[in-house]
């Protein structure tokens, strides 16, 4: 046992225990440490570093911390061992591990330039140096070297990376809690206690790193360092990154269901027969159609909608800015009654300014028609009036954004879905809001929500043309199981796993399309709406009637040109991806450098899997003449000109 085990548990309620019993649960005191107390804490517990944001073997290593990856292995393994395809499986996986990995990288760069083109990212880092007491004396040092039981002095505008149980304040302390979720202006007091089950945020003799001394001085006792603050708690458990992965979260759940019911019901169907659907088909469809990487997509596309906003000198705090911003349905700036006003007109992108002034009902009614927009006194319960305009929270999608200028704003910023501030504004301020505008002119408000809708917009495209190519296969194995068939494994694992991904991921590289501006909001407010489901319902019924017409109209019940129906149908359902893809594209083929690539590579490859030989046997293919490559490219249009149809 060494000296300091007692201070391995720091899993304590210190807000319930009195000042005197956490100095004694830490052998501290109000004098704070000796020097060789502190030194010797220091080697035991180690330096108070936070932990890096994912260091490159972490991200690495990624793929191998799935339980995911050792199933997948396991499988190809044993389908290998029975004289199945296991390498093509394996090789996928490989492949979508490369490009997540790869994902993971670009993202964690983006992150990076984000930080950096941050306003006052200097302000808002913790202190580097700090002043504690050590043998009854205030000393300098840096805030790497704080231990446990250490008293550290607080003066304004500083911020630690440390927690601390408040043993003394002036009159004037207060506390800015902003950055963890909590109230701009707080007050501490070191002799309060509080119930062991209260939020953390609420207890008032506490402070966390991550917070900010707006105004006053405070001492408190080091109770926590490191990955062990509430802060970093807070962020092991935070929730998902925004609003669009938690919609892909349910749209994967989707996925999984209806695979699992194709899988049971072309057993079913198979069994009926008299055919056995052996383990790499089964393999093959789950590995085909599962959405992979979907998610790390979605985060890589927001943070690059993040960095063009800094790039215009817009910096939206947080990703899930840009979901809020992308869903606003109304503008409420909170204006004086002698300011200026110039507005955009946003009618025709399906957002309407209202106002909320600093004056009485009847002023608030004259200013409004003077300005030529709906205002309201502020002083009349604003906080229920921003509540009626976003409607039911469970079931409405509208977003409310609130324009603030004074402190006195922060609870309406909070109550908003979005609080936009400027430059200008006090750090309290910009601290509650989630898009801060170069200075005070709302003219800029339009290229937010334009590149928020175009963030939006690039993450539905992708996963449409997805699910759309998921259940497609899935439906034609249902239909090969069906009429007796069974699907050819690879086919399926090229298309779903390879050839998808593949034209699907340039979609999210295409620059802002200004037409974006023009479009109905609620486009843009969920992608789990009904008109979405019509897409991938209509998506799916043209390739697979398309794919089914030309097998059929090969096959004509001729056991000898079972091949070459095949081989037909195989090459409709490949380029009816290339279609689909250039029919849902924003920008011309010509103009999308990777998407024309992208096409290329795999028109070549579906080509090399009929015509050459080595390729035609892995695929269970025949070699096709020039009017059957024809009536397959041409049949495989028809999910282009739906899409066509559905735009017009």
């Not at 005191?29 to 073997?57: C, D, F, I």
């Not at 083109?117 to 009854?136: H, M």
């Not at 805030?143 to 927690?163: S, Y």
């Not at 002083?379 to 609130?402: C, L």
Request: with cysteine; net charge neutral.
């Amino acid at each position: 046992m060494t000296k300091f085990d007692f201070l391995s548990d720091i899993q304590k309620s210190w807000h319930s225990m009195g000042v005197e019993q956490v100095l004694a649960a830490l052998e501290s005191s109000v004098e704070g440490l000796s020097y060789v107390n502190a030194r010797q804490r220091l080697r035991q517990l180690g330096t108070n570093k936070l932990p890096r944001s994912r260091p490159l073997s972490k991200i690495l290593l990624q793929p191998w911390r799935s339980p995911l990856t050792y199933m997948l292995l396991g499988a190809a393994a044993y389908l290998q061992w029975q004289g199945a395809e296991g390498w093509a499986i394996i090789f996928v996986g490989g492949f979508h591990s490369a490009i997540g990995i790869g994902i993971s990288l670009w993202s964690a760069k983006t992150r990076e330039k984000v930080s950096r083109d941050r306003p006052q990212r200097r302000q808002n880092e913790p202190s580097t140096s700090v002043i504690v007491l050590r043998d009854r004396e205030e000393i300098e040092l840096p805030a790497r070297d704080l231990v446990l039981g250490d008293v550290l002095v607080l003066r304004e505008g500083e911020r630690p990376n440390v927690d601390l149980r408040v043993i003394e304040t002036s009159e004037d302390l207060r506390v800015n809690q902003t950055n963890l979720g909590g109230e701009a202006i707080c007050y501490k007091q070191a002799d309060l206690t509080f119930e062991e089950k209260t939020p953390p945020l609420e207890c008032s003799n506490m402070i966390y790193a991550g917070t900010e001394i707006s105004a006053g001085m405070a001492k408190g006792v080091v109770i926590a360092t490191s990955r062990f603050t509430q802060e970093q708690s807070a962020l092991n458990h935070e929730k998902p990154f925004s609003v669009i992965h938690a919609e892909l979260q349910k749209l994967r759940q989707v996925w999984l269901g209806v695979l699992l019911l194709v899988i049971t019901a072309a057993i079913a169907f198979s069994w009926q027969k008299g055919i056995v659907i052996n383990a790499m088909m089964a393999a093959v469809l789950m590995v085909s159609t599962y959405p992979q990487n979907l998610l790390r997509i979605a985060t890589q596309v927001q943070l690059s909608g993040m960095l063009d906003l800094a790039k215009q000198r817009l910096w939206a705090r947080f990703p899930s800015v840009l979901d809020a911003i992308a869903r606003t349905t109304t503008i409420v700036p909170i204006v004086e009654s002698d300011v200026v006003l110039s507005f955009d007109n946003l009618s025709r992108a399906g957002i309407e300014w209202k106002g909320l002034i600093r004056a009485s009902a009847d002023d608030a009614e004259a200013f409004g028609l003077a300005i030529g927009i709906a205002t309201y006194s502020y002083f009349d319960a604003p906080q229920e009036r921003i509540r009626q305009w976003q409607g039911n929270y469970s079931t409405s999608n509208h977003a409310v954004a609130i324009i603030g200028s004074d402190v006195e704003d922060i609870p309406l910023l909070r109550t908003a879905d979005v609080g936009i501030c400027d430059r200008t504004c006090r750090k309290e301020l910009q601290d509650s809001a989630g898009l801060i505008l170069p200075k005070e002119d709302f003219h800029y408000l339009p290229i937010a929500i334009l590149e928020s809708r175009a963030t939006f917009d690039r993450l539905q495209r992708t996963a449409l043309m997805t699910a759309a190519s998921s259940f497609t296969l899935a439906s034609l194995t249902l239909i090969d199981a069906a009429a007796g068939f069974s699907a050819v494994p690879l086919q399926l694992l090229w298309i779903g796993a390879i050839a998808t991904p593949l034209v699907a991921f340039p979609l999210v590289l295409e620059p802002t399309h200004e037409s974006l501006l023009g479009q109905p909001a609620h486009r843009f407010q969920t992608m789990l709406r009904p008109s979405n489901y019509l897409r991938i319902l209509l998506a799916v019924t043209a390739t697979v009637t398309a794919v089914s017409l030309v097998f059929w109209m090969k096959y004509q019940g001729q056991p000898s040109l079972l091949s070459q129906a095949r081989s037909m149908a195989f090459v409709t359902l490949g380029f009816s991806q290339i279609f689909h893809a250039c029919a849902i594209a924003r920008q011309s083929v010509l103009g999308n450098l990777p998407l024309l690539l992208s096409i290329s590579f795999v028109s070549t490859c579906q080509i090399a899997f009929v015509q050459v030989p080595w390729f035609s046997d892995w695929m269970v293919t025949v070699p096709l003449n020039g009017i059957e490559w024809t009536i397959a490219i041409l049949s495989a249009t028809s999910v282009f000109w739906v899409q066509e149809l559905i735009k017009n």
